[in-house]
C-alpha cells in the first residue's frame, strides 16, 4: 500500500463547477501538506501549504486537513479552463525522512 | 529572477552511457531533491542533501549518484546501472527554518529517453 493515495482520475468538469480533489495518508506523523498544479511537461508550481489540521483559503482555492482521518482534500470554486492540470498532494513530517512523499495527481479538465 | 534551472530540457541516452542533469538555484536554499516522475504516477524521491558534501538516498537510488559540493548545485548522473532511465526529472530546493524542507519549489524539469 501507498503511503499516500490519489484517485489519478481523469476528472473532467463544466466552467464554474466547484471541484473537490482528495487523498487519503497512512503515516500518522505528516503534519505539513501541500498541494502543487502541474501542467503538462513542466514542473510542479506550489499551490497551498498547510500545517496540521484546519482550513485554508486563498482566492477560489480552499485545502482542508482532517488528521483524524488521515484525509485532505482540495476545492476550487468558479473553476476556470485555466485550471485544466495535474494536481498534486505532498506532506511531510518533522520526524523520519526530511523530504515530500507525493500522490500520484489527478488529472483535472475543465470545459468551457 | 530567483528560482531553480534545471538543463538540459531534453536528454537523449544510449543505451550504457551516464549522463549527468544539472540543478542550480539561487534561492540560498540549504535543501535540494531529485525526483523522477512517469507517466500516471507521482514524484518519487531518488536523492536528497540537507547540507553542503552531505545527502541520503530516497526510494529509487539504484542506478543513480549525486554530489553537493556548492550549495547552489545539485547534479545527478544517471548511470548504466539505471535499467528504465526514460522519464521526466524533477529538482527542487527548500529553505531551513521553521518549516524545514516542506515547501519546496520545482525546476521546469529535464526529460530524459533512451535512443
Known amino acids: 500500500q501507498k503511503e499516500v493515495e490519489q484517485d489519478p482520475g481523469p476528472l473532467s468538469v463544466p466552467e464554474g463547477a466547484i471541484v473537490s480533489l482528495n487523498c487519503t495518508y497512512s503515516n500518522s506523523a505528516f503534519q505539513y501538506f501541500m498541494w502543487y498544479r502541474q501542467y503538462s511537461r513542466k514542473g510542479p508550481e506550489l499551490l497551498m501549504y498547510?500545517?496540521?489540521?484546519g482550513n485554508k483559503e486563498d482566492g477560489r482555492f480552499t485545502a482542508q486537513v482532517d488528521k483524524s482521518s488521515k484525509y485532505i482534500s482540495l476545492f476550487i470554486r468558479d473553476s476556470q479552463p485555466s485550471d485544466s492540470a495535474t494536481y498534486l498532494c505532498a506532506m511531510s513530517s518533522d520526524t523520519g525522512r526530511r523530504a515530500l512523499t507525493f500522490g500520484s495527481g489527478t488529472r483535472l479538465q475543465v470545459q468551457p | 529572477d530567483g528560482g531553480i534551472t534545471q538543463s538540459p530540457k531534453y536528454l537523449f541516452r544510449k543505451e550504457g552511457q551516464n549522463v549527468t542533469l544539472s540543478c542550480e538555484q539561487n534561492?540560498?536554499?540549504?535543501?535540494m531533491y531529485w525526483y523522477r516522475q512517469d507517466p500516471g504516477q507521482g514524484l518519487r524521491l531518488i536523492y536528497y542533501?540537507?547540507?553542503?558534501?552531505?545527502?541520503q538516498k530516497g526510494d529509487i537510488a539504484e542506478g543513480y549518484s549525486v554530489s553537493r559540493e556548492k550549495k547552489e548545485s545539485f547534479p545527478l548522473t544517471v548511470t548504466s546501472a539505471q535499467k528504465n532511465p526514460t522519464a521526466f526529472y524533477l529538482c527542487a530546493s527548500s529553505s531551513k527554518g521553521r518549516r524545514m524542507n516542506t515547501e519546496a519549489f520545482f525546476g521546469q524539469g529535464t526529460r530524459l529517453t533512451v535512443v
Open positions: 542533501s540537507q547540507i553542503v558534501n552531505d545527502f
Open positions: 498547510t500545517y496540521s489540521s
Open positions: 534561492l540560498n536554499h540549504d535543501a
